[in-house]
């Protein structure tokens, strides 16, 4: 037999639990989209080449990003010097591989443009081409690797890509991202891009 008051106890209970989810959704999904505005342009690193994308090996910081992939704020970037400076967008990220690891066989580095439309891809590397070296002859932590992003497809992003090997077997990887500067390149280069018609070729 229930009695009033067990009844008026069930009744709190009741009460209680539904405040508690209505706070929790209207608390959580403000989180949640404001999570997902702040990753900025995804970034990964693919096996295989910009030409032949494999699976993915490594999810890297998105470009831009005000969050990691592990949740962690990204500290906000000082702007200094010159008023006129080129803008560019960052993005760090540590990962457990080391960089030998990812130059002994064909990765890539890929910058996409959005979470919503990950089809689209913005930059593109192969990883490879001139290693930094403090010491020649002797890979040592602190070494970096340059890796040129080229535009893909109507891309207006070009970027660079610096791998750097840490203790440990770890490397880094910083993506320095900017718009618009694909029509300041030569109408056609080694590598076999092609810039729009109105193309000047780039001093130095």
């Excluded at 929790?24 to 096996?47: F, K, N, Q, S, Y």
Aim: proline share 7%; with cysteine; hydrophobic share 40%.
């Amino acid at each position: 037999m229930i009695t009033r008051y067990s009844q008026r106890s069930l009744l709190r209970t009741l009460f209680a639990l539904t405040i508690t989810s209505a706070l929790a959704v209207t608390i959580g999904l403000p989180r949640v989209a404001l999570a997902h505005e702040a990753d900025g342009h995804p970034a990964r690193i693919h096996e295989g080449s910009c030409e032949a994308l494999g699976r993915v090996t490594d999810k890297l910081t998105g470009v831009g990003a005000e969050i990691n992939p592990e949740g962690t704020p990204v500290p906000a970037v000082d702007v200094v010097g010159a008023e006129n400076a080129i803008p560019v967008t960052l993005s760090a990220s540590t990962l457990e591989t080391a960089m030998a690891e990812l130059v002994d066989s064909p990765h890539a580095i890929v910058v996409y443009e959005s979470d919503e439309a990950m089809d689209r891809v913005l930059v593109c590397g192969d990883v490879g081409g001139a290693l930094m070296m403090q010491m020649p002859g002797m890979p040592m932590p602190g070494d970096e690797l340059a890796i040129w992003l080229s535009p893909q497809g109507a891309s207006a992003y070009t970027g660079l890509a610096l791998l750097r090997s840490e203790v440990g077997g770890t490397s880094t990887v910083t993506i320095i991202l900017a718009e618009g500067l694909s029509r300041g390149l030569p109408e056609s280069s080694e590598h076999g891009h092609e810039a729009t018609p109105d193309a000047s070729p780039v001093a130095g």
